[in-house]
């Protein structure tokens, strides 16, 4: 794949693991996506293992019930690293929260993630 | 030091070391401020430890002699990351490349830089 394929792919497949409420679908994405020692990190929360990070969006959904993730623009690569905006908000609606998450990759699946926020309500 | 400051510390830093035309501060500025095992990354180049980064940057310094990187907007960080944007151009003029860096810290020091680019001249 192309690198820039390749970075679609890892985005598209990481907003789906956030929007997925389904446990055993969100493991299952987990598990064939992300290495067994991935990690990530934003400025709220860090997590270790697909156990932890799966534990962390269930947290996550659970707080935000009706907001849903999407992929905002065209994910960045090269190598093995990828980079790209999300947008969080009402589903069908805006976007009041956005960030960027830089990601790192292994054999194509993600070993880590790390979060900054671009946007977020005042 | 806060995140804001220490982030703002880290990106003046990292401008200051690419600006650097006499050899012997680049690379005292390489030894104070980033760590024995730093690496850089960016879509063109990459480099491994603080000799090769500074031939790295001299090579960039020679292509572009007439060309300076600026820092733009606030620098952004949590725990012992640090994201920011920065401009290259002529000096004292536009900017007409512009990426993003995301930086790893480790005690104070640069440990790892992974660059992407933002806008190149089309």
Known sequence: MTDALNALK???GYITLWNERNDARRRDLLASNWTGDARYVDPLAASEGPA???AMIAGVQ???PDFEFALL???DSHGQ???FQ???GPR????PIKGTDFVVTEGGRIRSVTGFLDQVPS
């Open 52 to 54: 932890a990070i799966d």
């Open 92 to 95: 069908g609606g805006d976007n």
């Open 10 to 12: 890892i985005a598209e």
């Open 81 to 83: 690293f990828v980079r």
């Open 73 to 75: 623009g065209t994910p």
């Open 86 to 88: 999300w947008g969080l």
């Open 62 to 64: 659970q707080r935000f």
